[in-house]
């Protein structure tokens, strides 16, 4: 192409008589400017043949990979390059070595050409991460911040090389200038710096995965995980708003993960039955009789009535000394979990008397619930106690209330004659 460019610098400076510094100024601009519509030209024919060819390749339209390539436009990306590499071939024939335009448009096709392996860079990791999200260990190692990381890494250093190619300088050069600027740019990149090794940490030490429930105790966050990017930890709450959560602070706070719970056999139940004192009393041989035989659970009750128990009865702990109506309330307690089907009967089950209170006697009761859902675990929880609230009285016992003077059932009357709400 020189005797192009010749041509027309001659057809310039003679016909046109133009001065010749603004005639090799003018040449050299418009060749520069049929390089650049060339190489559009050449990507855009590349670009439609790409596209007719990915859209009828059958075999790639079966590939698990395809639709993630297609999403990240990966090949498009690749066909970038073409024009760059042919650009960088055909400047050498258009210009004359060592003239500054050969200089200035090899150190710009050469960024160009960075630029281009950067987005290819960037499309393959989002693209393998795509990819890995939709597995399942995606849940417990999540690397949505490990790759954003990697793309500040990628960009900066891209950055950096771009502007050394520019000015004619070595990227090592330029790094050593920046290092009298390390506290300005740690400064702007905390967030990031501390998120990536936050990052790390949650799932190195698989503290954190996606779908787990986590409650933090300052109230800011309880419900599940949704997403984790480098600098943000995504939960939706159980009242639907949604907290955001810094990951480096989930490393530095107390933050409590019920996934243990829930992939264990049961739920805790941990409560307590205030009983009142008044009515604890030793029972007679005839009262604990009378209740062995009314509450079917309590029949292979052996106490202090000697009343022997039938083989098909369930075997209670036998006891010598004198029985009092608390102590059998107890073991009933105890024997109707035991009986429960929503009760994991692998687990701890408790029935426990603690110090007394002003409030009355507690009776503490801790088992594990089998179903862990949360409507359904409130539920069965509500219907056991309900129960055995119910059941105290046939022991001659009374469960402790805060005394009131009016009762909930009278309507309140004011002054005037009227009801008051």
Known sequence: MKPFVDSLNHFLTDRLDMPSRIADFSDDLIASAALILLGL????ICQLLFNMISRHSTKMLHSKWHKYLVKRRIGNHLILLIPGIVIYFLIYLVFETGSH???LLHRIDIVYMIAAMMAIANSLMLAFLDFYMTTEKSRSRPLQGLVQGLQIVLFFTGSIICIAVLIDKSPTALLTGLGASAAVLMLIFKDSILGFVAGVQLMQNDMIKIGDWIQMNDGSANGTVEKITLNTVKVRNWDNTVTTIPPYTLVSIPVKNWRGMQESGGRRVDKRLFIDMGTIAVCTPDQTRKIVQDIPLMRGWKGASGSEATPEDTVLPENKGTVTNAQLFRTYIKEYLRNHSGVNQELDLIVAQREPTPSGLPVEIYFFLKDKIWDEFETIQSDIFDHLIAMAPSFGLSLYQFP??????????????????
């Open 41 to 44: 030209g050449i990507n855009w």
């Open 101 to 103: 335009t050969l200089r």
């Open 404 to 421: 009131s003077t009016i009762s909930p059932a009278q309507p309140i009357l004011s002054s005037s004659g009227k009801y008051q709400a």
